[in-house]
C-alpha cells in the first residue's frame, strides 16, 4: 500500500547556514527504505528557515530508524548547516532527526531518529543487510549486542564461559599451549581435577594444557580516581581442555612473583574467591586488550600504514590501489581518540598508558601480526571450537590469494619489488617510525622478492579491516556487562584466601561513574571506487568478492548451530578500515 511521509526541513538561523545546492534524502524504517530522491526544485529552498517536501514510497517504511542526507552541487565549498528534520508519517506520527551540524561537499550523511532510545528498544532493520547498506551494519550489530549482552549478564560466573571468552571473546589474543609450567606459577604437577580424576602432569603431556600469562602489566603504574587508589593485577591463568573441548580455568595467581602473599587460587576454592579471582584476570585482560591488542596493533599501526602509504606511493601505484581502501578514515578516528580516550584529559586514564604502549611496542613482533603464524607460534593449530582462528585463517587466505594474483600481475620477477625505489621507501619508513628500528621484531627492512611484499601487503589488509573487527566489534558484546570486564579494580589483589563475600566482591569492581565513562566510548566485499583499470586486476576482484561471500555463507550456516554465534570476522560485517 501506497505511503507518504511529509518531509520538513530546517536550516539554521545564522549567516551563511544555507545552501544552493540540491538536496536528496532517503528515509529508512524497520520496514524498507524510500528511493534516494531530491527535495524540490527551487534553489533557494535551503536558506534560513524551513521548507516542506513530500516523499512518496510504494509502501509503508514502518517505524522510522534514522535518514540518509545527501547535498549535491558544483559549488563544492558551499557548506550548509541544517539544523533538524521532521517527518511526519502517513499516520500522523512525527519522527524527528536532529542534525546541528555543517555539510560539506558531495556526500551521504547519516541522522539517527532524535527519541532517547537505550539499546533494549533498538530492533534489527533485515531489509537494509539486503541491499549492503551502512544501516545494516549498525542495525545488525544493535540486534547482535542485545542477545550477546544478555547472554554475557546470565552466564559471566561460569567457567565454561569464562575460557570460551580467551578463545572467540573479544580478546583471542593471550591463550597459549603450555608444555611447561613457568617456575614463577608453582602449581603442583600432580594436582587432581576433573571428574576423571585427571593430573596436570599427564594432561601437559597430552597437549591439554594452556596458559594466560600477563607478565608485561606487572609494574605498570594505576591512577587514583575520585580520590581513591586503582588497582590492576599481572595474573597467570591455567586452563584445561576437558572431555567436552571445554576451556576451562583450573588456577590463577594473580601476581607474577610466588610467595605466601600470592596465593594460587582453584575452582575447589570458596565461590568468592574463586569469582574475585577471575574478575581480576577479567580487568587486566580489559586493559590490555584496549591498549595493546586494540589500539596498539590496530589502529596506531594502521595510522603507519596509511602515512606511510600517502607519503610514499603514488595513486597509480599497486600497492596504493591494494591498500587505501583499508586506510580510510584511519586518521580521522585515531585523533578523536588521542583527543577523547587516551589524552591527558581523556577516559582511559585508569593505568599509565605510555608506560604500557611502550612495553607492548617492544613486544611486538612480525609474526604474532600474521594470523597463521601468531596461531602455530601459540600452539593453538587443532584447539577445538576456535572460531577466530577458523574464519580468520580462511579470511587470511582469501585475502593472499587476492594480493598474490595481483601483485603477481605488476611484479613478475623478484628483481622487480628490489628495483622499485617506492615501495623501497614505504616499507623504510614503516621499519624506522612504526617498529623503532627493532630488528628484533622481524619486520622487513626492505623487499627482496615478490612472496615478501605478498605477505606484508596482505597483514596490513588483515590488520586494517579483519584484525580489527575481532578485537572492535565484540567490545560491547562482552564489555556491556561491567563486572565481565571491569576497567580497573579499587582493591589490591587478595592476599590470602577465605576473605572474599559479595561485600568485599562488589566494593572492588568500579565505581558507576567510571564505568558508565568507559562505556560511553564504545563492508569488507564492497569496492565503491574502482582504482584499478586492467581487466586482468579488475577480474580478480571479482573473484576476491565473491570468495568472501561464499564464506559468509559458510559461517552464517556454522552459526545457526551454535549456542554463541561468532560473528566478528563474517566478511560482510568486516569493516574495510580502522575507521570506528
Known amino acids: 500500500m501506497k505511503a507518504e511521509y511529509q518531509v520538513t526541513v530546517y536550516t539554521q538561523d545564522m549567516a551563511y547556514a544555507g545552501t544552493k545546492d540540491d538536496v536528496y534524502i532517503t528515509l529508512v524504517g524497520k520496514r524498507g527504505s524510500s528511493q534516494h530522491g531530491k527535495l524540490g526544485r527551487n534553489k533557494f529552498f535551503f536558506h534560513r528557515g524551513d521548507s516542506t517536501f513530500t516523499v512518496s514510497c510504494s509502501a509503508d517504511l514502518g517505524e522510522l530508524l534514522l535518514i540518509h542526507l545527501e547535498k549535491r552541487g558544483l559549488v563544492i565549498k558551499d557548506s550548509w548547516l541544517p539544523a533538524k528534520v521532521e ?9 524527528v532527526f536532529p542534525i546541528y551540524h555543517w555539510l560539506k561537499g558531495n556526500k551521504k550523511h547519516f541522522f539517527r531518529e532524535g527519541a532517547g532510545l537505550i539499546l533494549s528498544h533498538v530492533l534489527c532493520c533485515p531489509h537494509a543487510v539486503l541491499q549492503n547498506d551502512l544501516t545494516c551494519f549498525w542495525a545488525f550489530l544493535l540486534c547482535s549486542q542485545l542477545v550477546l549482552s544478555d547472554y554475557v549478564m546470565k552466564h559471566w560466573r561460569e567457567d565454561a564461559f569464562f575460557g570460551y571468552q580467551f578463545l572467540n571473546g573479544v580478546n583471542p589474543m593471550m591463550i597459549r599451549r603450555c608444555k611447561t609450567l613457568p617456575s614463577k606459577f608453582p602449581v603442583p604437577s600432580n594436582m587432581i581435577f576433573g571428574k576423571s580424576w585427571l593430573t596436570l602432569r599427564t594432561e601437559m603431556k597430552k597437549g591439554n594444557i594452556y596458559l594466560s600469562d600477563y607478565n608485561i602489566l606487572d609494574g605498570v603504574e ?13 595474573p597467570l591463568v591455567l586452563f584445561h581442555k576437558n572431555e567436552y573441548n571445554e576451556m576451562m580455568p583450573i588456577a590463577i595467581q594473580l601476581k607474577q612473583k610466588p610467595g605466601k602473599d600470592n596465593p594460587i587460587f582453584f575452582p575447589t576454592d570458596s565461590e568468592y574467591d574463586w569469582l574475585l ?5 577479567k580487568s587486566a585482560d580489559f586493559n590490555l586488550h584496549e591498549l595493546n591488542y586494540h589500539l596498539l596493533r590496530t589502529h596506531l599501526l594502521a595510522e603507519v600504514f596509511a602515512v606511510s602509504l600517502q607519503r610514499n606511493l603514488p595513486r597509480v601505484h599497486p600497492v596504493f590501489k591494494l591498500l587505501i581502501r583499508h586506510t580510510r578514515y584511519t586518521l580521522q578516528i585515531n585523533f578523536l581518540a588521542r583527543n577523547l580516550l587516551i589524552s591527558k584529559i581523556g577516559i582511559l586514564t585508569l593505568v599509565s598508558i605510555l608506560t604500557l604502549l611502550e612495553k607492548s611496542v617492544y613486544s611486538m613482533t612480525y609474526r604474532s601480526l600474521c594470523i597463521p603464524d601468531d596461531i602455530a607460534d601459540r600452539g593453538l593449530e587443532d ?6 582462528r577458523d574464519d580468520g585463517l580462511k579470511l587470511w587466505n582469501i585475502m593472499h590469494r587476492f594480493v598474490h594474483d595481483i601483485l603477481s600481475f605488476y611484479y613478475k620477477y623478484d628483481w ?7 615501495l623501497q621507501n614505504w616499507i623504510q619508513e614503516i621499519f624506522e617510525n612504526g617498529f623503532l628500528r627493532r630488528r628484533e621484531a622481524g ?11 605478498v605477505k606484508f601487503v596482505t597483514m596490513v589488509m588483515f590488520t586494517c579491516s579483519a584484525q580489527h573487527a575481532a578485537v572492535n566489534n565484540g567490545q560491547y558484546d562482552f564489555y556491556g556487562w561491567m563486572p565481565n570486564g571491569p576497567s580497573t579494580m579499587q582493591e589490591p589483589p587478595p592476599t590470602q584466601k577465605g576473605k572474599a563475600d559479595e561485600a568485599s566482591f562488589l566494593s572492588t569492581l568500579p565505581d558507576v561513574e ?3 565513562l568507559i562505556m560511553a566510548t564504545r563492508y569488507l566485499h ?7 583499470t586492467e581487466d586482468f586486476p579488475r577480474y580478480k576482484v571479482t573473484v576476491f568478492q565473491r570468495e568472501l561471500k561464499k564464506l559468509s555463507k559458510e559461517i552464517y550456516k556454522r552459526n545457526r548451530d551454535l549456542e554463541l554465534p561468532y560473528t566478528y570476522l563474517d566478511p560482510k560485517l568486516v569493516e574495510n578500515s580502522v575507521a570506528i
Open 383 to 388: 584447539v577445538p571450537n576456535f572460531y577466530y
Open 87 to 95: 517527518v511526519r508519517s502517513s499516520n500522523g506520527k512525527l519522527y
Open 416 to 422: 622487480m619489488v628490489q628495483n622499485d625505489a617506492e
Open 222 to 234: 594505576t591512577n587514583t580516581i575520585n580520590g581513591r587508589k586503582q588497582f590492576l593485577a599481572a
Open 443 to 453: 619486520i622487513p627492512q626492505k623487499f627482496t622478492t615478490v612472496a615478501e611484499l
Open 277 to 281: 579471582a577471575k574478575t581480576y584476570v
Open 526 to 532: 564492497e569496492f565503491v571506487e574502482e582504482h584499478f
Open 514 to 516: 567510571t564505568t558508565v
